[in-house]
């Protein structure tokens, strides 16, 4: 492995933390010139509580991790069923198969009046979801990504993320409130 890095807040982490690895073959100029911190690489003073916590947040993210990633998949699952049973024309995005992010479930909703205000809706209703790929969050229009799998630009595009924090329930009252925003099944 050459490179590997990581932000904190991605596994429950203090935001603004984070660390990289760098394999010695690698040469890199440094990024902040200064100081003989962080082997001539970076200059200034490293951020010790956030560092700590970055470390806290990892050891508690690698602690039960199989049963903490069942459930995140039983989570994802009763989405994607719920959506597929309730609802007309869904469509998810990437591969449905084997190879797709556990934590993660891109869903495409047929363009309806409704649809363009889907994500504000549910921020309303207190569900966090984002419209398009991480890439391009905020952005209206389909990214590079959902573009070259061929996603249709007419159609919405919700992201849906899951952790080991949330719940059966919550999952359900999605659906609930998703009822009331797009056509369902007669």
């Known amino acids: 492995m050459s490179f590997l890095s990581a932000s904190?807040?991605?596994?429950?982490?203090?935001?603004?933390?984070?660390?990289?690895?760098?394999?010695?073959?690698?040469?890199?100029?440094?990024?902040?010139?200064?100081?003989?911190?962080?082997?001539?690489?970076?200059?200034?003073?490293?951020?010790?509580t956030g560092i700590a916590g970055l470390a806290t947040a990892l050891e508690i993210a690698v602690r039960?991790?199989?049963?903490?990633?069942?459930?995140?998949?039983?989570?994802?699952?009763q989405l994607k069923d719920g959506l597929e049973r309730h609802f007309e024309d869904i469509r998810f995005n990437g591969n449905q198969d084997r190879h797709y992010l556990n934590h993660i479930l891109s869903v495409s909703f047929p363009?309806?009046?409704?649809?363009?205000?889907?994500?504000?809706?549910?921020?309303?209703?207190?569900?966090?979801?984002?419209?398009g790929s991480a890439c391009s969050s905020g952005v209206e229009e389909d990214s590079h990504v959902l573009q070259a799998i061929g996603h249709d630009p007419r159609r919405k595009t919700i992201r849906f993320s899951f952790s080991h924090m949330n719940s059966v329930e919550e999952v359900d009252y999605l659906l609930q409130k998703l009822e009331k925003l797009t056509p369902t099944k007669v």
């Open 8 to 48: 904190a807040h991605k596994f429950h982490g203090p935001k603004g933390v984070g660390f990289v690895y760098i394999h010695q073959e690698n040469i890199l100029p440094p990024f902040i010139h200064g100081g003989a911190q962080e082997r001539n690489m970076r200059a200034g003073t490293e951020n010790i």
């Open 64 to 77: 039960d991790m199989d049963v903490k990633q069942r459930h995140i998949h039983t989570l994802r699952q």
């Open 111 to 131: 363009d309806t009046p409704k649809a363009d205000l889907l994500v504000m809706n549910l921020d309303i209703s207190g569900i966090s979801a984002s419209s």
